[in-house]
């Protein structure tokens, strides 16, 4: 028998936790002393990929302005894009499609060897009344913190309420949109992602980036947006009745960088005892600084151990991180080469510093730290 | 933070804390260990919470790396008593076995939105993974669930 997924309260997938297990866990807190010292770290608290600001920035728009991809990194993220990027996406020529009911404009574009990204504004044709969402319609329009909570206000409802309630309750037709980036899988790199923003107006912007893997720089790639629009059936979520998808092609062309560098990495130089730095590499885009550390996995090493334990973080000189890079992730993607493993990972800077200061955390507070300079 | 405060939010918590390091061990020697050396650590660490109303994040947060280091030490061997069992006594049992099929990476970002509420901002925070890493984990989560849920 189908289950109705929307109705499904996944606490009932948990037993009550049993008595015994609450008292451990009250014990072990009444425990603490008031006088017991603070334990301080060896090192900063290291994160994994980007940092996500909880308390977000407050984005002021004048009316009529559509979010772009330096809003929604700075929302998020609380970096620019670096510039010379920035300055790229804005001699983009718009191109637009109509997809149903709803009108899609590519705003902007960029790539370059080491990442694809699009945004596009998809708003409601002329004439047309209705709520933009974008795919998690069934989700409370607030779920995305202040930006939809703001829709939610314009609509004069909670944020509590979802899409779909708050479409009954108006009695609006609910547009379900996604416009997201296709790129030819043999360039991929890392995990993409996707996100919208919505714009004061009801139009919302989707952001949808593909991290790629460095094989391709100075030429054109063959990408496609995918475009897809719903009108909700407000009764049946499910029904697909209303759905018009298409792919469109969308020639992207990448950017070549603006510089490498090679950093002095020491013979023989170790981390957790297990994997030996063979050489770091930075590629300055205009979308970033980009580092290959390559590393060998010695003997006794496995790949639970990469996966579990390998990091490489690269921090200013005082212990801080630098603004996280656009592709908002770091690592290997596969260990397809293993026992060779490249690392990778981006910043947002505009320059190749002449020093780097990297950071092996081995997870236990006993950090590996190795300052690096330029080889001239 | 005082003693007080810690005391009353674990309260406030523990239900939640058990859901999630279920989620994660799914053994119930591994959860209580967990649960007692999340509080201590969180205890210790108590003037890295900025604000006190971000504590039941924070909490969760230091909770899930504490449920790895637990994982991690016990990948090798595992002991008979140790071996996960299905959660039977939930009151969904058919939703129970659907939720333990998933991956962790899929289960783990359903379990903090959908049992626990938080926003995606909120477990995006905790998971350290990018907000528009988080969704498309929901997405797929969701997809699988359902696809695990049909199959029984």
Known sequence: MKRDMDNLNLRDAFRPMPEETRDALMSAARSVKEDEPVKKAAFRTVLIAACVIVATMAVAMAAGQIFGWNDFFKKDYGADIPKTAQEIMATCEPVSWQEGDVAFTVRERYSDSRLAMISVEARLADGVKGILAADDFTEAIGAYGENSAAVAKQLGVDPSMTWVEAAKELNLPLYSVRATLEIPSELWGSEAYEDPMFNDDGSLTYFSLQPLNGQISGEEIKARVYLRTKLVNLEDVEDDTNVTKEYVDLPIHTEKAIATAEYIVPEGTKVLDAFQIDSIHAELLPSGLHFTTNLTALEGATQDMALDKLMVKIVKENGDDYPTGITLSSGFSNLDTWPQIPYTQMISVDQIPETIHLVFPDGSGNDTMLVLQLKK | ?152
Not at chain 2, 140 to 152: I, S
């Open chain 2, 1 to 152: 933070m005082d003693r007080g405060f810690f005391i009353a939010e674990i309260e406030t918590c523990s239900d939640m804390m058990y859901r999630v390091a279920w989620s994660i061990l799914r053994n119930e020697a591994d959860v209580q260990d967990a649960l007692q050396d999340a509080v201590l650590k969180a205890w210790e660490k108590r003037d890295k919470l900025r604000e006190e109303k971000y504590f039941r994040t924070w909490m969760t947060r230091i909770l899930i790396n504490v449920c790895y280091d637990t994982q991690r030490m016990h990948r090798k061997i595992v002991p008979l008593d140790k071996i996960p069992v299905q959660n039977t006594s939930a009151p969904d049992p058919d939703l129970a076995m659907a939720l333990e099929a998933l991956p962790e990476k899929l289960r783990l970002p359903l379990v903090l939105c959908y049992s626990e509420g938080m926003t995606y901002e909120e477990a995006a925070d905790v998971l350290r993974i990018p907000m528009t890493t988080l969704r498309g984990r929901l997405r797929r989560g969701k997809k699988e669930l359902r696809k695990e849920l049909d199959a029984e």
